[in-house]
């Protein structure tokens, strides 16, 4: 008789939870996807996306610009005070923890700085390249 009496409860309480899982789905609007957006308006997100995104690219690499001016100045004063310790430039290195980016991130700023011709490579390749900036 007991078992049969948590059974029977089980049940009713089983159906419950059915019918008001229902009924709250039936309460709820279904979020809307991408999919379900019109190209025109997709087209748009795209290029606000494109747009935010070259903004910060270029964001980045007038900080590497700026960071180049700094240590540029720097290495002239130690140079001028017959105290320069290290060589001349900036390393991809250098532009990953100064944006905290990855190194291919790092590498492909210096290389659109470099195709606009405002850095060039210290040595046309190897472990050790330092960008140096143009005149």
Same mark, same amino acid.
């Given at each position: 008789?007991?078992?049969?009496?948590?059974?029977?409860?089980?049940?009713?309480?089983?159906?419950?939870?059915?019918?008001?899982?229902?009924?709250?789905?039936?309460?709820?609007?279904?979020?809307?996807?991408?999919?379900?957006?019109?190209?025109?308006?997709?087209?748009?997100?795209?290029?606000?996306?494109?747009?935010?995104?070259?903004?910060? =690219?270029?964001? /980045?690499?007038?900080?590497? %610009? #700026?960071?180049?001016?700094?240590? +540029?100045?720097?290495?002239?004063?130690?140079? $001028?005070?017959?105290?320069?310790?290290?060589?001349?430039?900036?390393?991809?290195?250098?532009?990953?923890?100064?944006?905290?980016?990855?190194?291919? =991130?790092?590498? /492909?700023?210096?290389?659109? %700085? #470099?195709?606009?011709?405002?850095? +060039?490579?210290?040595?046309?390749?190897?472990? $050790?390249?330092?960008?140096?900036?143009?005149?």
């Amino acid at each position: 008789m007991y078992y049969l009496g948590l059974a029977l409860i089980g049940i009713i309480g089983f159906i419950l939870g059915k019918k008001l899982a229902q009924f709250r789905a039936s309460q709820k609007t279904p979020a809307q996807t991408f999919v379900d957006l019109p190209k025109a308006e997709l087209d748009n997100l795209q290029d606000k996306a494109q747009a935010a995104f070259d903004e910060r =690219t270029e964001e /980045r690499k007038q900080q590497i %610009l #700026e960071f180049l001016k700094r240590e +540029t100045a720097h290495q002239q004063a130690l140079q $001028n005070c017959n105290l320069e310790d290290k060589p001349t430039g900036i390393t991809r290195e250098d532009v990953e923890k100064l944006l905290d980016v990855s190194d291919s =991130t790092a590498l /492909r700023y210096l290389n659109q %700085l #470099e195709q606009e011709n405002k850095i +060039t490579q210290s040595t046309p390749f190897g472990s $050790n390249v330092r960008y140096l900036l143009n005149n």
